[in-house]
């Protein structure tokens, strides 16, 4: 049973480009999750996509974009990049229909660094 | 909106003893989900421990186990005999009732060390 999957694993970007990260969901999910974790912070939520439609969107600017695809998997775009976005990016997965209490499942995150 | 405060930035622990993480909210909602999540140097958040506020009893995991305060509004993990391998970051977190609400609101974090 494959876990939530994330790539790349590391990507170095410089200021003023865009950058796509990719997550694909555990098996059986339908809803994905993404979240900005700064360094020694905790997870911030960036948005939710559900039937490849952005359902919730936390505090983020309109730099911030993302898709999902007929398979359940979802991009996150991110335009004319800052220093500031330079952060891991988690992926969490989860079904629609389940009770709230369940928990969402993570990938292992992409690290993005801006120089 | 709904917020979570974590103040223990870190802790340690000898190994084989107890410890206590302590996690209070904030919100308006009478019903909510509230989490905990370890999060190894791996960088994968894993699930240690959930609690749904409409029950009163604390949720027990083996070793580990809450102390949910919902009128003070606290929801504190404790990890008894600590082992190297729950050196980690945790994170308390919470979530709406609302079913379509399934976003986590995250507290800061405690860095936990296990000390041999």
């Known amino acids: 049973d494959a876990g939530v999957t994330q790539s790349p694993t590391h990507l170095i970007k410089t200021r003023g480009q865009q950058v796509t990260l990719r997550c694909s969901p555990k098996?059986?999910?339908?809803?994905v999750s993404w979240y900005q974790q700064a360094l020694g912070q905790g997870p911030q939520f960036i948005f939710q996509y559900y039937e490849e439609e952005e359902r919730q969107r936390g505090n983020f600017p309109d730099r911030f974009s993302g898709h999902q695809f007929p398979n359940y998997s979802s991009e996150l775009n991110v335009n004319a990049l800052l220093l500031g976005d330079s952060a891991l990016y988690l992926c969490?997965?989860?079904?629609?229909?389940?009770?709230?209490?369940?928990?969402?499942?993570f990938g292992d995150g992409t690290r993005l660094s801006i120089l | 909106a709904q917020t979570v405060t974590q103040s223990q930035p870190e802790m340690s622990v000898q190994e084989a003893e107890t410890v206590t993480l302590s996690c209070t909210y904030d919100t308006s909602e009478s019903d909510y989900y509230l989490f905990w999540y370890k999060q190894p140097p791996s960088r994968q958040m894993i699930l240690v421990i959930r609690q749904e506020a409409y029950k009163q009893q604390n949720a027990t995991e083996n070793r580990f186990s809450v102390n949910f305060q919902k009128a003070a509004k606290s929801f504190s993990l404790k990890i008894s005999d600590s082992q190297l391998g729950d050196a980690a970051m945790y994170f308390c977190?919470?979530?709406?009732?609302?079913?379509?609400?399934?976003?986590?609101?995250f507290g800061q974090g405690t860095r936990l060390t296990i000390n041999p």
């Open positions: 969490a997965s989860s079904l629609a229909r389940e009770r709230g209490n369940q928990p969402q499942h």
């Open positions: 098996s059986g999910h339908d809803t």
């Open positions: 977190a919470y979530r709406s009732y609302d079913q379509g609400a399934q976003k986590l609101v």
